[in-house]
């Protein structure tokens, strides 16, 4: 060890050691970095840095090696033979490629010590080539300890610096393999011994070889440090797309606020500083109101507008340091987290405040003021919740409760009786399931009658469930619930075919009127439904009459109007229910050729007390007579209002003062109606099939006794 670093000091030139250490250093550093792009890249890339490891590595090898001989003092002129020279720098880049693509080559944790230990061979073997390269006026002789010692060192140091690059990280390799180069040097130098003989002036030039010096050095760095810059770019890049690919996993494309993913993390880390401060956190789940209607009334585009404008101002009301935090988690959701300070509810009452705000606020729009509206539900942490998914459930119930109270109370803050509301819920929907296989439901019959003879034109079928235990259930408690579960497919088919079962069979033979839902325009297969209905049945099309709200058509108008207008074509009369609080009702009386008008209740029961009422319901009719569209009145329930529809040439009404809605049975008793021994068969011609299904279901009824 002494006699290395006697030779350092004693027999080189110090400036140049130091010059080449510092390239050798910089050297391994960048090759660190490139040779953790190769353990990382895969396909072309893989052979781009390799390419770049093996160019960087082996060129500051090679200038380390030059600079310092240049720095040796052998006390004789010296030279250098080109051509080996050149064949040194080339042993080096070749082998040094060799070492680095092995060491990459597969997983098995042997291969990045296999590597290292060809790239130690590589630079030995470049050393002693050239080492042959160097010429000088004497005998030159070689101490074989150190010359081996020297080989071995370097493989092994090699070795352990990609081993360490695959597993300790860039600097520990960078370090390793700078004492790898210089241990093979300065221990092959210290075997190198020379002999002086005849001294010839002429065969060094001191100021020429300080110049090749400076040469190669700069040479090196500029190779080094182009190496250097390729990482830093790719770097910079992959940081670029990584920061792209993190906006892209965490924030909402459309508004640019975080989304669900990012809003989860958020809550978690919320959650975790409020458990080690003691403190507590709201959690604010937000639900616009108008948003389903902004969407099917002006168009996805003008929507999409909307949630943009709402994320910017909702981006600028919020105020991070204040523990405030509000991110896009679905459609037409948001939340919103408050950290509560000081135990005071007075910070999250502004913040609600704020919210409110922006959330009423109009957004000009196509130069039309449009109110999204919101509804806000609030939890508390640990005062209501104490996990994070109880959080956001009671938050979401919260909202639920304030959207459904349809008051001007917007805000409505998780109280217990919620979590009993919710699993009454869920029960009722169990239930109902089970209903149609236990005859729980049943259809009971509402007559409609003509306002100027009294006789009676039709009827309208009703569901009805009598739960064994609840006893009666309304049915705007589980008409919504069903149509939220998709049970109103399965109950509007059963109400169908039941009450056209039931009015085959009538005498006189008037009409039924069965409503139909949203949901089942969605499922798409309504008129080939009604048509295999009808044939079952043998009840004729043209005393069947569908019913169905403005709502209903709302989501996909012309779909909607398309399956209307294949149901009328079979001879079935198709009405406007509650005609007059639709969102354009006027439009959609244009749009398709409806049967029949039904005007909604409310205007009949305000008829006597409103002007404005009693204005709607001769607008209707006169809008009827125009249309040559016949006016149904609901809701007639005193002789008031029937004298009335009378006196303005309403032609049919419906209500409790002309019959309440009863079973089958209780009308039969009333003498109202009768049942015919069985069913008349469906003529072939009565209906337009498409759907090829009359020669099956005409013949089946006709053999039913």
Not at 193 to 207: A, I, L, Q, R, T
Not at 404 to 427: H, N, P, W
Request: hydrophobic share 45%; net charge negative; with cysteine.
């Amino acid at each position: 060890m002494m006699t290395v670093l006697g030779c350092i000091v004693y027999e080189h030139n110090i400036w140049l050691v130091l010059v080449a250490v510092l390239l050798c250093g910089t050297g391994s550093w960048v090759t660190s970095r490139l040779f953790s792009k190769t353990t990382t890249a895969t396909g072309k890339q893989r052979i781009g840095w390799q390419a770049m490891t093996a160019l960087s590595a082996g060129v500051a090898i090679w200038c380390t090696h030059f600079v310092a001989m240049l720095g040796y003092d052998a006390g004789v002129p010296i030279g250098f033979d080109l051509s080996l020279t050149v064949v040194s720098l080339l042993v080096v880049l070749f082998g040094n490629a060799i070492g680095f693509a092995v060491a990459v080559s597969n997983r098995h944790p042997i291969m990045p010590a296999l590597g290292g230990a060809i790239v130690g061979l590589a630079i030995s073997t470049m050393h002693y080539t050239g080492m042959m390269a160097y010429r000088v006026q004497g005998i030159v002789s070689w101490d074989r300890t150190y010359l081996v010692a020297s080989i071995v060192l370097s493989v092994a140091l090699s070795s352990a610096a990609l081993h360490f690059g695959m597993r300790k990280g860039c600097n520990v390799m960078a370090v390793v393999l700078t004492l790898a180069i210089a241990v093979l040097h300065f221990t092959g130098m210290t075997a190198f011994k020379v002999e002086p003989m005849y001294v010839d002036g002429s065969f060094s030039n001191p100021d020429s070889l300080w110049t090749l010096a400076i040469a190669i050095s700069g040479m090196a760095f500029v190779i080094v440090a182009c190496g250097l810059v390729s990482y830093l770019i790719d770097n910079g890049t992959r940081a670029e797309t990584i920061a792209h690919l993190r906006q892209m996993a965490l924030y909402d494309a459309l508004t640019g606020l975080p989304n669900r993913a990012n809003f989860n993390e958020r809550l978690e880390e919320e959650l975790a500083l409020a458990d080690a401060q003691k403190g507590r956190l709201a959690m604010i789940g937000i639900d616009l109101n108008r948003f389903k209607e902004i969407n099917d009334t002006r168009g996805h585009h003008v929507g999409d507008d909307v949630l943009t404008d709402l994320g910017l101002r909702l981006k600028q009301l919020v105020r991070e340091d204040k523990g405030e935090f509000v991110a896009r988690v679905g459609g037409d959701e948001f939340a919103a987290l408050f950290r509560i300070q000081d135990d005071e509810m007075v910070g999250i009452n502004r913040f609600l405040k704020r919210l409110e705000t922006v959330m009423f606020t109009p957004i000009n729009i196509d130069e039309a003021q449009i109110v999204a509206g919101a509804s806000f539900g609030v939890a508390l942490y640990p005062d209501d919740a104490t996990t994070k998914e109880t959080l956001v459930s009671n938050a979401d119930l919260a909202m639920y409760r304030a959207k459904s109270q349809l008051t001007e109370k917007r805000i409505c803050f998780y109280e217990a009786g919620m979590d009993k509301a919710v699993k009454a819920r869920r029960c009722m929907a169990a239930d109902l399931r089970k209903a149609l296989s236990r005859d729980e439901l049943s259809i009971h019959y509402q007559v409609q009658t003509s306002v100027s003879t009294g006789e009676i034109t039709g009827y309208e079928a009703l569901l009805r469930w009598h739960h064994p235990e609840r006893g009666f259930i309304p049915p705007s408690d589980f008409i919504p619930l069903a149509e939220e579960n998709g049970l109103i497919l399965q109950l509007g088919e059963w109400v169908l075919r039941t009450a056209c079962a039931a009015a085959a069979s009538w005498e006189p033979a008037c009409k039924v009127a069965v409503n139909l839902s949203a949901v089942q325009f969605a499922a798409g297969d309504l008129p080939k439904l009604v048509m295999s209905i009808l044939l079952e049945t043998g009840l004729p099309p043209h005393r069947l009459e569908l019913e169905l709200t403005e709502t209903a058509i709302l989501k996909d108008r012309e779909r909607a109007f398309h399956m209307l207008r294949q149901i009328k074509s079979y001879g079935v009369s198709i009405a406007l229910d509650d005609f007059g609080i639709g969102y354009s009702s006027i439009d959609t009386l244009r749009s398709f050729p409806f049967s029949k008008i039904k005007l909604d209740r409310s205007f009949i029961d305000e008829s006597h007390s409103s002007q404005e009422a009693l204005t709607i319901i001769r607008t209707v009719l006169a809008l009827g007579k125009g249309l040559k569209i016949p006016v149904l009145a609901e809701g007639v329930e005193t002789r008031e209002q029937l004298s009335l529809l009378a006196s303005e040439g309403c032609g049919e009404a419906q209500g409790y003062l002309l019959g309440r809605p009863a079973s089958l049975d209780q009308i039969l008793a009333t003498g109202r109606l009768r049942i015919i021994e069985r069913p008349l068969p469906l003529p072939r011609t009565a209906i337009h099939d498409p759907f090829g299904l009359s020669d099956v279901a005409i013949g089946r009824t006709g053999t039913d006794s």
